[in-house]
């Protein structure tokens, strides 16, 4: 069955450091998204991505945030300098038409910043 | 704006109990709404959505929602509750035209045997 992957599973990073987190959809999908779960909190929406750019993004999403699709199958979310808060969990979702359908969600990658 | 509000952060039944997880949403427009399970260290899992039509939604693993327009609620269900089942549970909206989804806090189901 397919499904979204996501690595790593966990990396810990200096505050300032850049980060990024790598995902790949499955392979027919045409909609990425980012989605982020501070522990304790809840998850929460950070950018959507159809066509090569971004087609939503929260306001949590600011310019220290960047996703790119560098290929056919790779879906990257970089951080350029990271802050301790944002250390969370951060899952990669994709779907087939966008809309009302199903969002397959990866893993997470447990982000920590020191 | 769109928001979800899940009542209960933990809940624990014993082993052969109803589950029943509460979920209110606010929204303006019609929405679509959904619950997602999350087992330990793996990803969100789609359990069943309401679109449109039926109100009364079946999902994997013996479990169903009933969208409740009049009590903005969908409540998620299953009669009798197998140890396999602990695990935390999502319900989400999406609204209008959009992408995203707007999740609630979350509720940890714990079952006892």
């Known amino acids: 069955e397919p499904e979204v992957t996501q690595t790593p599973s966990h990396q810990v990073t200096q505050m300032g450091q850049e980060v990024i987190l790598r995902c790949v959809p499955i392979s027919n999908h045409l909609y990425f998204y980012w989605y982020r779960q501070i522990l304790g909190q809840k998850v929460e929406f950070l950018v959507s991505f159809y066509n090569n750019e971004i087609s939503e993004k929260s306001e949590i999403f600011d310019d220290q945030f960047s996703v790119e699709r560098p290929d056919g199958s790779n879906f990257t979310l970089k951080i350029r300098s990271t802050k301790l808060e944002d250390s969370a969990m951060y899952f990669c979702?994709?779907?087939?038409?966008?809309?009302?359908?199903?969002?397959?969600f990866g893993p997470g990658t447990r982000l920590t910043v020191l | 704006a769109q928001s979800v509000t899940q009542l209960g952060s933990h809940v624990s039944v014993s082993e052969g109990a109803l589950v029943l997880l509460r979920c209110n949403y606010s929204?303006?427009?019609?929405?679509?709404l959904f619950w997602y399970v999350q087992y330990p260290n793996q990803g969100l899992q789609l359990l069943l959505k309401?679109?449109?039509?039926?109100?009364l939604v079946k999902g994997i693993n013996g479990f169903e929602a009933e969208f409740k327009k009049s009590e903005t609620s969908f409540h998620l269900t299953k009669p009798s509750a197998h140890m396999s089942d602990a695990a935390e549970y999502f319900c989400?909206?999406?609204?209008?035209?959009?992408?995203?989804?707007?999740f609630g806090a979350g509720t940890r189901l714990a079952v006892h045997p």
């Open positions: 309401y679109t449109t039509g039926a109100t």
């Open positions: 929204s303006s427009v019609p929405p679509y």
């Open positions: 989400a909206v999406i609204t209008g035209g959009y992408n995203k989804l707007i």
């Open positions: 979702a994709s779907s087939s038409q966008g809309g009302m359908n199903e969002q397959f």
